[in-house]
């Protein structure tokens, strides 16, 4: 079953075009990540499946449901979830105070809440100002956010930029780990080492076109490469396209 569906969709601000007539299907339960190069498209991508952006042109549908009605919309959005960036969340509110305040938005009882912070080990943290995490934790409690309301489908944007190799790690066990088991992950990244080691699949994205849409692996045995990086720079920089 695929959880997102997109066929032939166009987007342009005034006479540029940013997606140029493309279609994918994502299948549930796989991590994948959208990569490329600065204003290929990606963020209008991630905007447009996130419900915040509409097509000029084309379908898209998520978890079964068009984009295009906004009942639809309305019932997508409560099934998603969004990592924020670190910007979006209130510097002075303790932990404890922002999971009330987004469980409050989704109707989310306590006992789930409890579940979260256990899985997320946020217990010693409850009651510290989200401005006084370090950047691992700030990404760890954005990530509990994001699947406090056990979405079916959750959006992470670049969500271990700034972190250390152990930090890096500890994120994507979070991220992989049990309590997110058969749910489906789409993320934006830079780092193409994260891409080969965690990802199912990649959607290249090169000048508003998809140059490749795979597994990791697939990606580099079509290239004859051993390194996704190795892979990615042929693609985006050398225009092949698989």
């Given at each position: 079953m695929s959880i997102i569906d997109v066929r032939n969709i166009t987007k342009k601000y005034g006479e540029k075009t940013v997606l140029d007539d493309i279609s994918f299907a994502i299948p549930a339960g796989e991590t994948v990540a959208v990569v490329g190069p600065n204003g290929t498209g990606k963020t209008t991508l991630l905007e447009i499946l996130m419900t915040i952006r509409k097509v000029n042109n084309g379908?898209?549908?998520?978890?079964?449901?068009?984009t295009g009605e906004q009942?639809?919309?309305?019932?997508i959005r409560a099934k998603i979830g969004v990592m924020l960036q670190e910007?979006?969340?209130?510097?002075?509110i303790k932990l404890?105070?922002?999971?009330?305040?987004?469980?409050?938005?989704?109707?989310?009882?306590?006992e789930k809440i409890s579940r979260l912070v256990e899985y997320f080990e946020l217990q010693p943290y409850l009651n510290t100002k989200f401005e006084k995490l370090s950047g691992g934790w700030k990404q760890r409690f954005l990530l509990a956010i994001a699947f406090l309301h056990d979405p079916d489908?959750?959006?992470l944007d670049e969500p271990t930029t700034g972190l250390d190799p152990k930090a890096t790690?500890?994120?994507?066990?979070?991220?992989?780990?049990?309590?997110q088991k058969d749910k489906t992950i789409l993320l934006s990244t830079h780092s193409m080492e994260e891409v080969d080691k965690f990802c199912d699949r990649v959607i290249v994205l090169n000048k508003g076109k998809i140059a490749a849409n795979d597994s990791p692996a697939n990606i580099k045995k079509a290239l004859g490469v051993e390194f996704f990086s190795d892979a990615y720079f042929r693609l985006v920089e050398g225009g092949e396209k698989l």
């Open positions: 379908t898209v549908t998520i978890l079964g449901k068009s009942k639809s919309v309305d019932a910007g979006g969340m209130y510097s002075f404890k105070e922002a999971l009330d305040l987004f469980a409050s938005f989704y109707s989310v009882g306590k489908l959750i959006f790690q500890l994120v994507w066990e979070k991220i992989r780990g049990g309590v």
